[in-house]
């Protein structure tokens, strides 16, 4: 055993794994290894390594206190920042480079996620529509037509057009339609999108696009999904929110980089 290994190891025994959100740190409770580190966020952030946490400050977005021997020791500052840039990974699918811009307007741990704060602590518009939605995660709450145009601020024309499109479809129950969350932030993020003048009509495209990357995702995962055996159910439908995610970023380049000609 290395000689970092058992320094790595002894400091774990004397310091605890994890620090609850927003738990203050205690006298003994000043730094934590990035071992330590590690086991605390294990069962929120399953997929969490040593390597994930050394290439995030690779990237600038920790920067813990280094012993003199070079070891690095995280304070609960620094978890508390991690917590926040692992959730903005996994709830919004946000890279890396919007993650920094986040972190450097202010967004803390106690941010809800969908909310990025402003200098003035109001909810920017822009941003608004970011939502936690995700695939395997259904509440199966429905909203009514009436909820959804207050929450999301949209124009009942418009949410009409949206289901003469397909984009929505919504559920009739006892003469109310109603829609669910994933509709809904559909719903907000068209709204947003109408403010600059694009209708229905226009969201084929988004739909054809989305319907051809669910497609293909379902030929690569399908068999798993379908498993019995939840272990292996549950493997896919994580690495189904990877590759979403992963389709995701790779649109955003793809876009960006045809954007750039234009404005060039």
Known sequence: ?????????????????????????????????????????AQEFP????????YLEDQKLLTPRRTPGGYRLYS???????RTILRMQRDEFLPLRVIR??????RGGDTPVGVSPTPSG???????????????EASGALYSLEDVLEETRADAALVRE???????????????RYFDETEREIIRAVTELAR???????????????????????????????????????EALDALENLAAVATHLKHLLLIRDLRKLAG
């Open 122 to 136: 109001s909810r920017d518009p822009a941003r608004s529509w970011r939502t936690s939605v995700r695939v395997g």
């Open 47 to 54: 997929d969490i390594s040593i390597s994930k946490i050394r």
């Open 162 to 176: 949206l289901e003469d499109y397909g984009v929505v479809k919504g559920e009739m129950r006892s003469g109310v």
């Open 76 to 82: 609960h500052g620094d978890l508390d920042r991690l």
């Open 196 to 234: 600059y003048g694009v209708g229905g009509r226009n969201l084929r495209v988004f739909r054809s696009s989305a319907d051809r990357e669910a497609n293909l995702l379902q030929q690569i995962l399908a068999p798993a999904l379908r498993s019995r055996n939840p272990q292996r159910r549950k």
């Open 1 to 41: 055993m290395s000689a970092r290994a058992t320094e790595e190891q002894a400091a774990e025994l004397r310091i605890p794994a994890a620090l609850p959100d927003g738990a203050a740190p205690g006298p003994r409770q000043k730094s934590i290894t990035i071992g330590a580190v590690c086991k605390g966020l």
């Open 101 to 106: 811009q986040e972190l450097a307007s202010g």
